[in-house]
């Protein structure tokens, strides 16, 4: 069972940096999609960026390129998401999850996260005008 961690949220104003980091242990497959996830009160989640553990993939959504990088720690087995130039409309729950099947990193299960098997309890970020 992959049990994933998440750490870093918190509150910045607009314009700030927040880094986040997701810590997974149990892992049972030699390569996973991980991603990272949102969610404000009222809207739906939306992928916000994802990495398959054994290199060479990565999707970020559109609202993010340019101010977010996902990264990867595989000695450490953990993910971070550094976010950079922090709007207001960043706001949100972030989740990071896994799944072994890494095709799940394409196509449309990235944008939501729907199918996801492992996921974590979720860090607040607030981004203050």
């Known amino acids: 069972q992959v049990q994933l961690v998440e750490s870093g949220g918190g509150s910045v104003q607009a314009g700030g940096s927040l880094r986040l980091s997701c810590t997974a242990s149990g892992y049972t497959s030699s390569s996973y999609c991980m991603g990272w996830f949102r969610q404000a009160p009222g809207k739906e989640r939306e992928g916000v960026a994802a990495i398959t553990t054994a290199g060479g993939f990565t999707y970020y959504a559109d609202s993010v390129k340019g101010r977010f990088t996902i990264s990867q720690d595989n000695a450490k087995n953990t993910l971070y998401l550094q976010m950079n130039s922090l709007k207001p409309e960043d706001t949100a729950m972030y989740y990071c999850?896994?799944?072994?099947?890494?095709?799940?990193?394409?196509?449309?299960?990235?944008?939501?996260?729907?199918?996801?098997?492992?996921w974590g309890q979720g860090t607040q970020v607030t981004v203050s005008s």
């Open positions: 999850a896994a799944d072994s099947r890494v095709w799940i990193c394409g196509g449309s299960w990235i944008k939501s996260g729907r199918g996801f098997n492992y």
